[in-house]
Nanobody, 125 residues
Framework: QVRLIESGGGLAQPGGSLRLSCVAS????????LAWFRQGPGKEREFVAA????????YYSNSVKGRFTISRDNAKNTAYLQMNNLNVEDTAVYYC??????????????????WGQGTQVTVSS
């Protein structure tokens, strides 16, 4: 079992930045691919970014590529999502998710077995 707890959400102005954190407890953190998903008001949950368990590969949705950066620190059991140049379309609840051990990240939320409770990000002037 892996437990994930997100933090770092809040209110930001358009063009601003936020950094989300996801702290994991439980089994070997380094063995799991990690991803961030988000769900805006009235929208389905969508893929944002993912990082492989070997840390060499990261993946982004087209809507955040060049603005968001996913990273992980296996020594701290923590994943991060640095979000720069935010816009109002980034407003959503952001979820951290862990996939199956030693597997490659995917864009499909059904491939992730463990989820955090979510953290709200609101971008507004």
């Amino acid at each position: 079992q892996v437990r994930l707890i997100e933090s770092g959400g809040g209110l930001a102005q358009p063009g601003g930045s936020l950094r989300l954190s996801c702290v994991a407890s439980g089994r070997t953190f380094s063995a799991y691919p990690l991803a961030w998903f988000r769900q805006g008001p009235g929208k389905e949950r969508e893929f944002v970014a993912a990082v492989s368990w070997i840390v060499t590969n990261s993946y982004y949705s087209n809507s955040v590529k060049g603005r968001f950066t996913i990273s992980r620190d296996n020594a701290k059991n923590t994943a991060y999502l640095q979000m720069n140049n935010l816009n109002v379309e980034d407003t959503a609840v952001y979820y951290c998710a862990a996939g199956r051990s030693y597997s490659s990240p995917t864009f499909d939320p059904s491939d992730y077995d463990y989820w955090g409770q979510g953290t709200q990000v609101t971008v507004s002037s």
